[in-house]
């Protein structure tokens, strides 16, 4: 059973298209997240969820919209892509465990490529 | 500005040698995370380590934090090919924001 699975793998658009990344955790946790990874390997977050409320946003453009219809999904959509927006996007998941800070739970990651 | 500085950037080294990664920071962390990323998947967690000193050990792989929490090593004894990968190191100041390192990637030539 895949833990943190999220859907597409692979996004290849042109500039100026909408697109959306779901994602889907089957761990039970009450906070997911959205990362991205650029080309130098360096991870990013960008928003975080608990329990379907916001609660980071981390100065990202307002083009990016994340959905959180329930605490087992959070999706992102990303309005009018750029150029720039090329990356990785990573899915995440965590308990609220005080003691050991945000134990991350990754998906497999989707490559959005903009051209 | 990156929280956390990860160094080396690149390390390549032999079967069998030993390697050190360090993660240090100017900040104080509630907890400290290593991860390994391997091409094309997520990072998968590799271990927590959430008291000041503290030394964990998982098979040939040692984490350690720093006393004052700002700073973590991991060392790996005899490696080995498999244990190639990008090297995370990541920092949860609060409950919810993880800041990651910019990796360290480990390539083991067999």
């Known amino acids: 059973d895949t833990a943190v699975s999220q859907t597409p793998k692979y996004l290849v658009t042109q500039m100026g298209n909408d697109k959306s990344i779901k994602c889907e955790q089957n761990?039970?946790?009450?906070?997911m997240y959205w990362y991205k990874q650029d080309s130098k390997k360096f991870l990013k977050i960008m928003f975080s969820?608990?329990?379907?409320?916001?609660?980071i946003n981390e100065t990202v453009p307002n083009r990016f919209s994340p959905k959180s219809p329930d605490k087992a999904h959070l999706n992102l959509h990303i309005n009018s892509l750029e150029l720039g927006d090329s990356a990785v996007y990573f899915c995440?998941?965590?308990?609220?465990?005080?003691?050991?800070?945000?134990?991350?739970?990754f998906g497999q990651g989707t490559r959005l490529t903009v051209v | 500005t990156q929280l956390l500085e990860q160094s080396p950037q690149f390390l390549s080294i032999q079967e069998g040698e030993n390697l050190t990664v360090y993660c240090n920071s100017s900040?104080?962390?509630?907890?400290l995370q290593w991860y390994r990323q391997e091409p094309g998947e997520g990072p998968v967690l590799l271990v927590t380590v959430v008291t000041g000193g503290e030394v964990k050990k998982l098979k040939r792989l040692t984490f350690q934090f720093g006393d004052a929490r700002k700073d973590s090593s991991l060392h790996i004894t005899a490696a080995q090919p498999g244990d190639t990968g990008l090297y995370l190191c990541?920092?949860?100041?609060?409950?919810?924001?993880?800041?990651f390192g910019a990796g360290t990637t480990v390539t083991v030539r067999a």
């Open positions: 761990l039970g946790h009450d906070t």
């Open positions: 969820y608990n329990n379907k409320e916001l609660i």
């Open positions: 990541a920092g949860a100041r609060n409950d919810y924001k993880l800041s």
């Open positions: 900040s104080v962390f509630s907890s």
């Open positions: 995440a998941s965590s308990h609220n465990d005080r003691g050991r800070g945000a134990e991350a739970f």
